[in-house]
């Protein structure tokens, strides 16, 4: 398909005021509706293609890890196909996330394709912005399934209200499910619902928000594109730990700490 007749992206979407309320007060809200049905459906085909060239793996879902049974993830596709690259670059997702972040504008730190396999396992409780040298609680990921999906496909959790800062070091793996699974059970915190969602819905979630997915139950892959934005104008933080350093060399190439965040890989989208 030629990107001159894929859907364009760039209506507004209005953001209600209770909905920027939620999202500051929470560290999550879902949009219904964010792109209609055939947009969804047409940018799905268009994203597919290239997770299946660069994200498919030979190994069962058995012989893999906690990581690996999550999800085939695939990462800054719009640098591969210039029709994701429409997607990823949409002003009116962009526009969202600026409204929500209560900024003029927005950079992109990198978009992430997730397509969680029939039978694919649960992704363990995290914090996104462990992996960042940025400020986490000026960034916010827009999570939207291009396919109608249940709770039973790994649908999101989130724990609201804890978008404020970092819980803990551990990266996504059996630990990091153990330690924040206590913590959630001493601390009480406030748990979302997983709904089923429509393609073209979209949940957004702060960097510092802690959520987790459910497996994947059906005999469907749960096909999801995500795309992550940071408040134009951050610097880049000294990396707090490996995963950093490697993000740093990845999604920011070129920049060192103090720098502005703002290389060619993170261009304005607002």
Same mark, same amino acid.
Request: glycine share 10%; hydrophobic share 45%; net charge negative.
């Given at each position: ?66 990581? =690996?049974? /999550? ?9 591969? +196909? #210039?029709? *994701?690259? @429409?997607?990823?670059? %949409? ?76 819980? =803990?070091? /551990? ?9 924040? +699974? #206590?913590? *959630?059970? @001493?601390?009480?915190? %406030? ?80």
């Amino acid at each position: 398909m030629s990107t001159s007749t894929l859907p364009l992206l760039d209506t507004p979407y209005a953001v209600s005021g209770e909905a920027i309320d939620a999202y500051r007060s929470d560290g999550h809200v879902l949009l219904r509706g964010l792109a209609s049905a055939t947009e969804a459906a047409t940018y799905r085909d268009v994203i597919a293609g290239p997770v299946d060239r660069f994200g498919r793996t030979a190994r069962p879902l058995a012989e893999r890890d906690t990581y =690996g049974k /999550a999800f085939l993830q695939v990462m800054n596709l719009w640098r591969e +196909d #210039a029709e *994701v690259a @429409r997607f990823v670059f %949409a002003k009116r997702f962009a526009g969202v996330a600026a409204d929500l972040l209560g900024v003029e504008r927005v950079r992109l730190y990198h978009d992430q394709a997730l397509f969680k396999e029939a039978g694919g396992g649960h992704t363990p409780w995290h914090q996104d912005a462990v992996y960042w040298p940025i400020d986490g609680t000026r960034c916010i990921t827009m999570w939207m399934p291009l396919i109608d999906i249940t709770p039973d496909m790994g649908v999101m959790t989130f724990a609201s209200g804890t978008n404020h800062g970092r819980l =803990g070091d /551990a990266v996504i793996s059996d630990d990091s499910e153990a330690h924040f +699974d #206590a913590r *959630v059970e @001493r601390e009480g915190l %406030a748990l979302s619902v997983p709904i089923a969602m429509v393609a073209g819905d979209a949940t957004f979630h702060g960097g510092w928000t802690l959520h987790k997915a459910g497996g994947n139950q059906r005999s469907v892959t749960r096909d999801v594109m995500t795309v992550i934005y940071f408040a134009d104008g951050l610097v880049v933080l000294e990396p707090a730990n490996d995963a950093q350093r490697r993000d740093l060399a990845s999604w920011l190439p070129g920049l060192t700490p103090g720098d502005y965040a703002a290389s060619d890989f993170n261009p304005v989208l607002s």
